[in-house]
C-alpha cells in the first residue's frame, strides 16, 4: 500500500511563495501535484518521472517548479508569484501502473 503525506501548505499573500513538500512510502517512477478549487474539477498541475523529466500545466509555467530527491522518497513543488487563482486543496499523486494513489491534500490560500 502506497502511502503519500503531504505538507507545506498555508495562507499566503499574493506574490508570494509556498513550498509543498510530499512524502511517499517507497519509490515511486512517476508522481505528480493535482489541486481542485470549490467547484471545480481536480487538475494537473505538474508532474515528475523518476528520471526528473517534467510536465506543467499552462497556467503554473514560469512559476511554480516541480522537483523529486529519490533518495528520500521526497517530492515538491516550489510555488512563487502566486495568484489568488492558484488557491486550491494540493494532492500528492503517484501512479504505479493503472492505479492511482492520493495522499490528504493541503490547502493553499492565496489572499490579502
Known amino acids: 500500500q502506497v502511502q503519500l503525506v503531504e505538507s507545506g501548505g498555508g495562507l499566503v499573500q499574493p506574490g508570494g511563495s509556498l513550498r509543498l513538500s510530499c512524502a511517499a512510502s517507497?519509490?515511486?517512477?512517476?508522481m505528480g501535484w493535482y489541486r481542485q478549487a470549490p467547484g471545480k474539477q481536480r487538475e494537473l498541475v505538474a508532474s515528475?518521472?523518476?528520471?526528473?523529466?517534467?510536465n506543467y500545466t499552462d497556467s503554473v509555467k514560469g512559476r511554480f517548479t516541480i522537483s523529486r530527491d529519490n533518495a528520500k522518497n521526497m517530492m515538491y513543488l516550489q510555488m512563487n508569484s502566486l495568484k489568488p487563482e492558484d488557491t486550491a486543496v494540493y494532492y500528492c499523486?503517484?501512479?504505479?501502473?493503472?492505479?492511482?494513489?492520493w495522499g490528504q491534500g493541503t490547502q493553499v490560500t492565496v489572499s490579502s
Open positions: 517507497g519509490a515511486i517512477l512517476n
Open positions: 515528475i518521472t523518476i528520471s526528473k523529466r517534467t
Open positions: 499523486n503517484a501512479k504505479i501502473l493503472t492505479r492511482d494513489y
